[in-house]
């Protein structure tokens, strides 16, 4: 049986690195697409994976690299936009979603397996609302499509304890909007257990599944326990609703924005379940407070 050819949208990013390592596992062979890859992502992609540069929001381009795919995996994704607008958000989703729709259309590729987020469709954040556009255009495609709607992901390298981890290193105390916000961190490893599992298996088409760990977590305890797991003395100072709301302003124009309009917008629903897609899909929730020493790389230490 030949091996089966999964394309790789957002391949060299957080989720796509760990997802291409897992279907590599699988036998899959894998095609990463990119508009552009960073030198050090690029060093961390398997070598296992092709990669291909290109514009990934011409349809032309896009139906010459389809041509013997046998699924699509679309990881693009941004959490900051140019200005606060909605349009960067618009064209990640929304514009370049239906590109690839169109392309997989024309080359007869069927099977689509689409990131969203939580609380996708809801809102006020541009952010979501594009997400929720982009699942319009998902289930209205006639593709054999499979939704993934993931509360924030937590592993290796990730974007929410290391990151909490880098801005507690030099301050003793962290000034923070919506610090009762909630979240349900899920574990990289079994979202792209669910990719897979959701790609070996048909019944799982046109389903949309609520990704989410068993812990409900606030924005401060997030931060305390990334302080705690390096042993550092840090406290969360709790700002009321206009100072939150100015830091938010104010953080959209420092180095590496570290929190946005739309950011505060987005916190504004928590993000959690009660039903979790996991389950559903084979999965056993993974706690993630177990594996901080492995996602601050301090379990080798």
């Avoid at 909630?182 to 599944?209: C, E, K, M």
Wanted: glycine share 10%; hydrophobic share 45%.
């Amino acid at each position: 049986m030949p091996r089966r050819h999964v394309l790789i949208l957002g391949g060299t990013g957080f989720v796509g690195r760990h997802l291409v390592e897992h279907l590599l596992r699988e036998r899959c062979r894998i095609t990463v697409l990119s508009r552009g890859v960073d030198p050090h992502k690029k060093k961390l992609l398997s070598r296992e994976a092709s990669i291909i540069e290109g514009d990934v929001g011409n349809p032309d381009f896009l139906r010459a690299v389809l041509d013997d795919v046998d699924a699509v995996v679309n990881l693009v994704g941004i959490l900051n936009e140019v200005g606060d607008t909605g349009a960067g958000f618009e064209h990640v989703y929304v514009e370049l979603l239906e590109a690839l729709i169109e392309a997989m259309r024309d080359m007869g590729v069927t099977r689509l397996l689409q990131m969203s987020a939580l609380n996708a469709g809801t809102g006020q954040s541009h952010y979501l609302e594009s997400r929720g556009r982009a699942e319009q255009r998902v289930r209205a495609s006639k593709l054999s499509w499979t939704l993934f709607r993931p509360s924030v992901i937590a592993g290796p390298g990730d974007g929410l304890f290391c990151r909490f981890d880098a801005l507690l290193r030099y301050a003793p105390v962290l000034p923070m909007g919506r610090a009762d916000a909630r979240f349900q961190p899920v574990w990289v490893g079994d979202v792209t257990q669910a990719f897979v599992n959701a790609l070996n298996d048909d019944s799982h088409i046109a389903r949309s599944y609520n990704l989410v760990g068993p812990d409900v977590m606030t924005l401060a305890q997030i931060v305390r326990a990334s302080a705690r797991a390096r042993g550092r003395l840090r406290a969360v100072l709790p700002l009321p609703e206009a100072l939150g709301k100015l830091q938010a302003a104010i953080g959209e124009h420092l180095p590496g924005k570290p929190i946005s309009r739309d950011n505060w917008r987005s916190l504004q629903t928590d993000s959690t379940s009660v039903e979790n897609g996991l389950i559903k899909l084979g999965v056993t929730p993974t706690p993630v407070l177990a594996r901080l020493p492995e996602i601050l790389g301090l379990a080798t230490r």
